[in-house]
């Protein structure tokens, strides 16, 4: 999965990493991300898309 540019949380880089629109699909990709041993955060944007990122 490409990653698709950055942003910082907390003085903290995070990695943009997908883009959804479906709760359960963010949530799932998040699982993936911490399964291999990255941080995940989940962020809902103004048109209802939730954005994955992970550090």
Do not use: H
């Not at 943009?16 to 991300?33: F, L, P």
């Amino acid at each position: 999965m490409p990653i698709k540019g950055t942003r910082i949380f907390n003085s903290k880089k995070f990695y943009w990493y997908d883009t959804t629109n479906s709760k359960r699909e963010a949530s799932q990709i998040a699982k993936n991300i911490r399964n291999s041993g990255y941080y995940a955060r989940i962020t809902r944007v103004s048109d209802g898309d939730y954005v994955v990122y992970r550090r």
